[in-house]
Structure formats: structure tokens, C-alpha cells
């Protein structure tokens, strides 16, 4: 920031982050603190080179303004990136409401009498900005959730859907309706599994008093047992 009395100028450098064939901007900021109107120009040792907008205009009092300065589409880049260009930005007091169409040409002419303040800028490139670079994805069971860069570049979030699935089944299991319906399946399974060996018990106590009688099993027993194997194989089918 500059020390002059009438304007504050910052940066005093403009950095310009270099690219070839493409047009560049950076921007000045000019704050009048005192209670005077201040006129200013900008002028460049290689205007062909730069774009300054406004590069003549009026600060208010107890404002700022704000002055871009584009830099035309280069061919070649310079050696080691070394800028021998240089900026002037002049300031004066300018009577009350006076704008930029009305500033005489003279006003900035020292030989004239007039109170010339001047700031010299400095130019400097810098290198662009780098892409941000990818992340690597990561491998195997139970990794954190892996990234990947977009088009756009920015970073995405690609989900574990195993854990996710895992997760999910995990909370349906310890909500209370699927608790009391396992517990149901768990009981009638027992009390099927329980009069399966009963059945079997009995069928083998018919079979040996039918051997003692030299008689078969009575077609009805075999019935039942059908009937109940069936509603068995059901019951734990549902489990």
C-alpha cells in the first residue's frame, strides 16, 4: 500500500499469473481518505501490451475505485519470467464535482502548478495456478470411502456400498418388529422340531407293537404323519 497523501494504491505490484496466448487481468484498488475529489491516470511504459480500465477518473471523497489492468495474449514467454515493465499513477485535487468527462488535459502537468502526486507500480509474472491433483482410490473391505476428480475438477465422494448394505441390515435387525417376528418364527420352529420327535417317538413304538402282532402300521397313522411332515417342512421353510 502506497503512503501518498491523496490516494492509497494496492497492491504496488501487479502479479500477473502467465500463460501464453492467453489475455491476463489483475486489479488496483485506489482509496481516497481525505475530503477532496482526486483525479487520477494511469499510464504504462508498453500501453500495446496492457488494457487499463479506467485508466483515468475521479475518486470521491472517503471512496475507493477499483482499476483492472488486462494483460493482451502473449506468444512467447520472457526469460525466466523477468518483466521490465512498469506502471505511473498520478493524482490530484480536482474541485468539487468534477468527473472524468470534464478533467482538463492539463491537470496532470506539473509545469501547469498543480500538485502532482505519483506512485510508481512494478510488474512481476508468476506461475498459474496447478489443477488440483487426483486422489488415488483405495482398495480391499472396510476402506473409507474413496474419491475421484470430476471434470470440472473438483473432488467426489465414491460410497462403500458394501458397508452401506451392511449398515442398513444391521438397523432393520434392531428395530422391534423384526426382533418380535424372529422371536415368533424362533418359538414355532422349537414347538415343530419338538412335535416332529414326538411323532417319531410315537411311529417307533407303533412299528415295534406291530412287529410283536405280525401286523403293519394302521394306514390313518401313516396319514397323519404325512400331513404333519408337510405343516413341518412349511414352518421351516418360513425360518
Do not use: W
Not at 485508466?55 to 482499476?67: F, Q, R, Y
Not at 412299528?207 to 404323519?225: A, L, M, T
Amino acid at each position: 500500500m502506497s503512503n501518498s497523501e491523496l490516494l492509497q494504491i494496492e497492491p504496488l505490484e501487479l502479479q500477473f499469473p502467465f500463460e501464453l496466448k492467453k489475455q491476463i487481468s489483475c486489479s488496483l484498488q485506489l482509496t481516497n481518505k481525505s475530503d477532496n475529489y482526486v483525479a487520477f491516470k494511469v499510464k504504462t511504459t508498453n500501453p500495446k501490451k496492457y488494457c487499463v480500465r479506467p485508466n483515468t477518473g475521479v475518486v470521491l471523497p472517503h471512496s475507493t475505485c477499483d482499476v483492472t489492468v488486462t494483460m493482451q495474449a502473449q506468444k512467447e514467454a520472457p526469460p525466466d519470467l523477468q518483466c521490465k515493465d512498469k506502471f505511473l499513477l498520478q493524482s490530484v485535487v480536482v474541485g468539487p464535482g468534477v468527473t472524468t468527462e470534464n478533467i482538463k488535459p492539463d491537470v496532470f502537468n506539473k509545469e501547469s502548478g498543480n500538485r502532482v502526486e505519483e506512485c510508481k507500480l512494478r510488474v512481476s509474472y508468476v506461475p498459474p495456478p496447478q489443477p488440483p491433483s487426483p486422489v488415488r482410490e483405495g482398495s480391499g473391505e472396510g476402506s473409507s470411502p474413496r474419491a475421484s476428480l470430476s471434470d470440472n475438477g473438483t473432488v467426489n465422494q465414491i460410497p462403500d456400498y458394501n458397508s452401506m448394505s451392511r449398515a442398513y441390515v444391521d438397523s432393520l435387525e434392531n428395530t422391534p418388529e423384526v426382533k418380535a417376528l424372529i422371536s415368533k418364527l424362533s418359538e414355532e420352529k422349537n414347538i415343530a422340531i419338538q412335535l416332529n420327535n414326538k411323532l417319531m417317538q410315537e411311529l417307533e413304538l407303533l412299528r415295534r407293537q406291530g412287529n410283536r402282532n405280525h401286523g403293519g402300521i394302521p394306514f390313518i397313522y401313516v396319514v397323519i404323519v404325512g400331513l404333519i411332515g408337510i405343516l413341518l417342512g412349511y414352518l421351516l421353510k418360513r425360518t
